[in-house]
């Protein structure tokens, strides 16, 4: 046997912290560390597995022989195995051969902690220790300023693998997507990008969902280096990026975190607790210290050592409820009796505080789709403590009034405007996510209905609609220039489609409708606030035309916003005017530019005839399916 020497990162206070679920920055500690210890180079090993009976690192460098390198176990019952191995380093690839103390089982499994896998489908660790010299200095320094929630929030939703391919359906790699992804979200004038996840997957259809790799960045689209340099690129283009990050659920692959050590290490030992019916996969044991103490190391991992700067918690419900997807019997209650996997939400909670507490500028963003109280609230009021909630609601019943013929929207016009009732209950963010373009649910632009010119104003209407209602807003790839077919994750958008005008025009007016929001502090000052927000009239069901004011801190900044849902025309149209003034139009979604007909507000007549409440009034020509936005 090959010697192993006994060499530790842990302090006594490191395990304290770690047996206490304390320990935020475990991956200092866990994982392949190389260094050099008495003259010698070599790498640190240490990983967690307190039911084995002996632990070994097997590589290319013994011949996958669990007899050469065997750890040692620590005495202080933390169950973690370590020791220093020489001659390994840098792109060296390895595993953790564990034989069960429980039942003799011997599992093959990847680091939990490492930096770097092997390219799927392969499933190896691989030492990694690279420097990157950051150079987004400026961004790290005013990013709180640009990332509040009372400053804009327009994010793009990316799926790094099928934004855009090569001429032979290739991936594109993090240096190539550093220059064009970049390039294109900063011309589009979007405020933060945000990735599915790109924490390594074994399996492409998971769309990233079912990680093995917490701590390591694909190795599908490169290096980690150069996953820093495409946050860097961002960052230097004044960009923020949020990861979607999974913390729900994980694979059962063998080479994965389930039966880690022969026994229920990450995963729940009930299986009404440990596993997930939908997803086929398992779920954390969220009561575990030292699990909890795994998750929000990865999480501030992120965070620390790739500058990111926010997190998409991913399917928060599922954590939240005990019941969820589950009939009866197949569920236990808690100790209240009710449905509330306590554990789960006293996790959440600490998650939140530590990531607020350790970064500044920040945030945390959940998808969440219930009605579950204080999910964006502080934790100190009760609340689960998110920056921002998925206002999954307003999605679903706004996507189901524009799939009606305008001829019926009349009835339905309470589908658009119940939103308001809660909208301010918590910060919501307004998502039309890769989930609504997949599985039979059609493109956003086939989901309108009419001949195409209709169904292209309609999808200039819904965007108009989105950036101008309360809350901040993300938009799936593709729907900006009005993608025709569903999302496929195995291929390249429609990139073609922008040398057809209806295409090119609707990426025209979101990119404007990015630059309007940004330079419009009505839009984004109050954005969680019913301060913000004011209806001039929700009740004309009849014409089916919404108009409204959103207002920042200043009077002069207030905007108002006239929406006509139906393809007539609505000339002359009267609105009350809530200010004195002259009013001009900032931007019509008809305009001929974005692939309207062209009804625009050059010479607004103003009136002192009172309407809507209002001393005075003013009179628009509002285009079919059109948009209006006035100062």
């Known amino acids: 046997m090959a010697q192993v020497a006994v060499h530790s990162l842990f302090t006594d206070f490191d395990i304290d912290l ?27 090993f240490a990983v967690w597995a307190p039911t084995a009976r002996s632990v070994s690192v097997i590589g290319d460098f013994n011949h996958w022989n669990a007899h050469e390198h065997e750890l040692n176990v620590r005495w ?28 003799g089982i011997w599992t093959e499994k990847a680091d939990p902690f490492g930096r770097r896998c092997e390219h799927p489908p392969k499933t190896a660790s691989v030492i990694w220790e690279a420097s990157y010299d950051w150079k987004d200095q400026a961004w790290m320094g005013y990013r709180k300023d640009k990332n509040g929630l009372d400053k804009p929030y327009s994010v793009y939703e990316v799926h790094l693998g099928s934004w855009k391919r090569d001429k032979d359906n290739n991936f594109l790699g993090y240096a190539h997507l550093a220059q064009d992804l970049v390039a294109y979200v900063k011309e ?21 969902y079912q990680l093995t790799g917490y701590f390591a960045p694909t190795s599908r689209f490169g290096t980690p280096e150069e996953f820093k340099m495409l946050v860097d690129a961002f960052h230097q283009n004044d960009i923020g990026v949020i990861l979607d990050w999974v913390p729900s659920h994980f694979p059962e692959d063998a080479h ?16 009404r607790k440990g596993y997930h019916p939908d997803w086929k996969s398992l779920i954390f044991n969220y009561g575990r210290n030292e699990v909890r103490a795994f998750l929000i190391s990865n999480a501030l991992f992120w965070l620390d050592q790739y500058h990111v700067d926010g997190l998409r918690v991913d399917a928060v419900a599922s954590m939240l409820y005990l019941d969820y997807s589950r009939e009866d019997g197949e569920w236990e209650p808690n100790m209240y ?30 998808e969440e789709s219930t009605a579950f109280n204080g999910v964006s609230k502080p934790v100190h009021f009760g609340g689960l403590g998110f920056g921002m909630k998925w206002m999954m609601g307003w999605m679903h019943d706004t996507l189901e009034y524009f799939k009606k013929e305008p001829v019926y929207r009349k009835h339905h016009q309470n589908d658009l405007t119940f939103g308001m009732t809660y909208a301010f209950t918590e910060n919501f963010m307004l998502p039309f996510s890769h989930d609504e373009v997949v599985y039979g649910k059609q493109s956003l632009v086939y989901r309108m209905p009419g001949d195409e010119w209709q169904r292209f104003a309609n999808l200039r209407l819904l965007f108009g609609y989105m950036f101008t209602h309360p809350g901040t807003n993300l ?3 593709g729907g900006e220039f009005g993608q025709t077919a569903e999302w496929n994750f195995q291929q390249s958008l429609d990139w073609h489609l922008l040398q057809y005008d209806v295409h090119k025009g609707t990426q025209s007016f979101v990119k404007a409708l990015n630059a309007l929001y940004k330079g419009s502090p009505a839009l984004y000052e109050k ?25 920042g801190h200043e009077a002069k900044d207030d905007l108002i916003v006239a929406c006509n849902f139906t393809p007539v025309p609505r000339e002359g149209y009267r609105v009350g005017n809530p200010k004195k003034g002259k009013l001009k139009e900032l931007l019509n979604s008809d305009a001929s530019e974005f692939g309207g007909s062209g009804m625009l507000n050059k010479n607004i007549k103003m009136s002192k005839k009172a309407w809507h409440g209002q001393d005075t009034s003013v009179e628009l020509d509002i285009p079919p399916l059109g948009i209006v936005i006035l100062k």
């Open 18 to 44: 770690f047996k206490a679920g304390k320990h935020y920055r475990l991956y200092d500690k866990l994982g392949s560390h190389p260094m050099t210890l008495n003259g010698q180079k070599g790498t640190y």
């Open 527 to 551: 954005q969680f606030s019913p301060e913000g927000f004011q209806w001039i009239d929700y009740g004309d069901h009849e014409n089916s035309v919404l108009t409204y004011v959103r207002k």
């Open 475 to 477: 938009m799936f790839m």
């Open 256 to 271: 994965g975190l389930g039966f880690f050590d022969g026994s229920h290490l990450y995963e729940h030992p009930d299986r």
């Open 188 to 208: 589009m004038g979007y405020t933060h990008v945000e990735f599915m996840p790109i924490m390594e997957y074994p399996y492409d259809p998971s769309w990233g």
């Open 76 to 103: 202080d019952s933390s169950g973690i195995w370590e020791g220093f191995i020489p001659n390994l380093g840098h792109g060296d690839k390895y595993k953790y051969k564990i034989q069960s103390n429980n039942n």
């Open 337 to 366: 009796g009710n449905n509330e996997n306590l554990e789960a939400m006293s996790f959440i909670r600490e998650l939140n505080q530590e990531v607020y507490a350790s970064f500044e500028g920040v945030q945390t963003i959940a």
